[in-house]
């Protein structure tokens, strides 16, 4: 069974204080790796799709890698409005539906 | 904005009854996802359909239905509705059937009372 965990489960930063999210996961064949990012009472906000290990990929202070069997976003400098739950999910397979991780709750204090 | 729209916003009921969850995709996209997200739980997936067609099933209740229309705006029924149904239910919506990215709406809020 397709299964995603991600850690931390809640993180508390400085404004500033740079650090990495992680995303594990134990698919069958992995067609793709997607982070999203939600606000509390809204719609997950797509961010990034990796499709192979040794993928980068980078948006603002957010950079997102991939090896074969996990995923890390790192922020660099975060602020507080980069405060959200940030969501992980796979794809295994072409056709194969999402399997979504648990979210690790991000606050970055002023 | 993603261009996934959903209405309402907020639905409020009580137990027993039935609602109906309305979803319009991004143009051009042919594929509508359904998702259930309640506070002990991540998002769940619960049902696709590409092109008017259900294409896959996940954690679907029976009491659950969905469908898609002609114009590619999809419906999910609820119904004989319990307390523990109340959750946040997003719409995603993706160009075809198995590719990458989906948009997700806003979400309808609903409160079984």
């Known amino acids: 069974e397709d299964q995603v965990t991600q850690s931390p489960e809640a993180l508390r930063l400085q404004e500033g204080e740079s650090s990495s999210l992680n995303c594990s996961y134990t698919v069958s064949g992995l067609r793709g790796l997607f982070w999203y990012r939600q606000d509390p009472g809204k719609g997950p906000e797509f961010l990034f799709t990796l499709y192979s290990a040794g993928e980068e990929k980078e948006k603002e202070r957010l950079k997102a890698t991939l090896t074969k069997k996990e995923s890390f976003l790192h922020i660099t400098a975060p602020k507080p409005e980069d405060s959200a739950t940030y969501l992980c999910?796979?794809?295994?397979?072409?056709?194969?539906?999402?399997?979504f991780g648990p979210g690790t709750r991000l606050s970055v204090l002023p | 904005d993603s261009g996934v729209t959903q209405t309402p916003k907020h639905l409020i009921t009580a137990t027993g009854q039935r609602v109906t969850l309305r979803c319009s995709p991004r143009?051009?996209?042919?594929?509508v996802y359904w998702y259930q997200q309640s506070l002990d739980q991540g998002l769940q997936f619960l049902i696709q359909?590409?092109?008017?067609?259900?294409?896959a099933k996940g954690n679907i209740l029976e009491r659950f239905s969905a469908q898609q229309f002609p114009d590619l705006h999809s419906e999910l029924n609820l119904s004989s509705l319990e307390l523990g149904d109340s959750a946040l239910y997003f719409c995603a919506s993706s160009v075809s059937a198995g590719t990458d990215t989906q948009y997700f709406g806003p979400g309808t809020r609903l409160t079984v009372l």
């Open positions: 999910a796979v794809q295994a397979n072409y056709g194969q539906n999402f399997v």
């Open positions: 359909y590409y092109n008017g067609e259900e294409r």
């Open positions: 143009s051009g996209d042919l594929s």
